[in-house]
């Protein structure tokens, strides 16, 4: 083992990427069979990373063994991780995930008014720190699919009023993105982040990275966006690879080895969202 902690808050992988100018990648979990390669991934490029997961899925493969493994694996690979719980709107299933062991949780209030959001957020953060987790919330909603006009941009004024009463760890923020496209790419707003970034001094988070250009993510990172969420993209090869791999399996074929292959695919897109966010040559 190595002489620092591996089983992370958010707090202390941003904290260090914004010295080095650079971002965090997290990645999300679709099931527990692709943990182990995702936390391989980083820990052959010996970066830190954030391994995030819906509240459907974490009910799906159980909040606490998800900790365990992911916990486990790190110690392993004596690698820095940190799991977190996406997009959370109720605070029953952000306690589930602290009483399961995740080192960081996410309170979607993006839906509420400002003033509720706020309210809730405070719980939440409240919730968070009792248990020695990070938190991060939402303002402004990131679309989701279909792309939405005229876009509901984050208010940066807004903005800078809910990090003060709140006191989270790290803010999502609208700025052109939807979650789930793959298709093609968002015209996101470069002039609405930079507002933000002036307005507020705590990291800032990108949902739905997916549907971003890989050229523009330098400058996202540049204008505060130090943790790049990326869940799409890593779904989408895991199916295309399972299409082809399991369309010409035989019945007797080793699950364990076609699902291997798929994993494989996984990591491909992991490692290049990686390298792109944290500026390796």
Not at 13 to 40: S, T, W, Y
Not at 243 to 253: I, K
Request: proline content about 2%; hydrophobic content about 45%.
């Amino acid at each position: 083992m190595g002489d620092f902690a591996v089983y992370e808050t958010m707090i202390p992988l941003l904290d260090e990427a914004r010295r080095g100018k650079n971002g965090v990648g997290a990645f999300n979990i679709h099931a527990l069979e692709v943990v182990p390669v995702m936390i391989q991934a980083a820990a052959e490029l010996k970066t830190p990373v954030i391994l995030q997961v819906s509240v459907s899925t974490a009910k799906y493969i159980g909040f606490g063994l998800l900790a365990s493994v992911v916990r486990e694996i790190a110690e392993q690979k004596e690698i820095k991780v940190a799991l977190h719980l996406d997009h959370s709107r109720e605070l029953e299933d952000i306690q589930a995930a602290l009483d399961g062991g995740f080192s960081s949780v996410m309170i979607d209030g993006s839906q509420l008014s400002l003033e509720e959001n706020i309210r809730v957020t405070c719980r939440a953060v409240d919730m968070a720190r009792a248990a020695g987790a990070s938190i991060e919330a939402e303002l402004g909603i990131v679309g989701r699919g279909k792309v939405v006009t005229p876009y509901p941009y984050t208010d940066p004024e807004e903005a800078r009023i809910f990090v003060e009463k709140t006191g989270v760890d790290a803010l999502a923020i609208a700025i052109g993105t939807h979650h789930g496209q793959y298709k093609d790419k968002t015209a996101i707003s470069l002039d609405a982040l930079e507002r933000i970034h002036r307005a507020v001094d705590i990291p800032l988070v990108l949902h739905g990275g997916t549907g971003v250009r890989e050229e523009e993510l330098g400058r996202l990172i540049d204008l505060g966006m130090y943790k790049l969420n990326f869940g799409t993209e890593l779904n989408v090869a895991w199916v295309r690879a399972a299409q082809e791999v399991f369309g010409s399996a035989e019945l007797d074929d080793s699950l364990r080895d076609l699902m291997i292959r798929c994993n494989l695919a996984m990591k491909g897109v992991i490692q290049n969202k990686i390298r792109l966010v944290s500026r390796l040559s």
